[in-house]
């Protein structure tokens, strides 16, 4: 079993094959619902952690995305910075970045939490119903509008506040005052 020297980042890539249109595997790469809380277990370890989207870059149709994870117990973790893009053949998507194994973590681990992302990334490929929104997306549409959306009112909210700010540092003023006449 090779372990990783303590910091030491490996450059890894994976190719996730899927029948899906090209423009498909965008949408699904850009919506970025395959993040979120992942589990791997090697061995008899068992790993907790997240996938968080960072970037997404329309110009370049590239996504970065943090994936780490560490062990529910010991001393054990791994983390990768990655960078998702559509396959250049297929509908497929290509990983590539940096994996950093620390602790009594090890080689398995990190393919272990790859493997992980790439059947993610598959099952949402397979998925093709019309494009997904983005989680904060959804939920915008679903929130009713707030005044404090409108700039304008920010800008009066603003003015007022500024207002009873001033009107508050007089009055103590004035009372400061007041109380060393006495």
């Known amino acids: 079993m090779a372990r990783a020297a303590r910091g030491a980042g490996v450059r890894r890539t994976r190719e996730v094959t899927a029948d899906a249109r090209p423009e498909h595997a965008w949408r699904a790469l850009s919506a970025g619902a395959w993040g979120g809380p992942i589990r791997v277990a090697v061995g008899s370890a068992d790993y907790a952690g997240r996938v968080t989207v960072v970037d997404v870059d329309e110009d370049d149709r590239s996504v970065g995305c943090h ?5 529910r117990e010991g001393w054990a973790g791994v983390a990768a910075v990655l960078e998702l893009r559509p396959a250049a053949a297929g509908g ?3 990983i590539e970045g940096d994996v950093e194994v620390v602790g009594e973590a090890d080689e398995r681990t990190a393919d272990a939490l790859l493997d992980e992302l790439a059947e993610r990334l598959r099952r949402a490929l397979a998925d093709e119903p019309a494009p997904r929104r983005s989680p ?7 929130v009713p ?5 409108d700039p304008a009112w920010r800008r009066r909210l603003a003015a007022r ?5 001033a ?7 004035a009372l ?7």
């Open 167 to 173: 009107v508050g540092a007089a009055a103590g003023l």
């Open 67 to 71: 994936v780490q994870a560490r062990s």
């Open 145 to 149: 509008s707030s005044p404090a959306d």
């Open 161 to 165: 506040a500024a207002a009873a700010v």
């Open 92 to 94: 497929g998507v290509a």
């Open 136 to 142: 904060a997306l959804a939920l915008r549409e679903k």
């Open 176 to 182: 400061a005052r007041r109380g060393r006449g006495r």
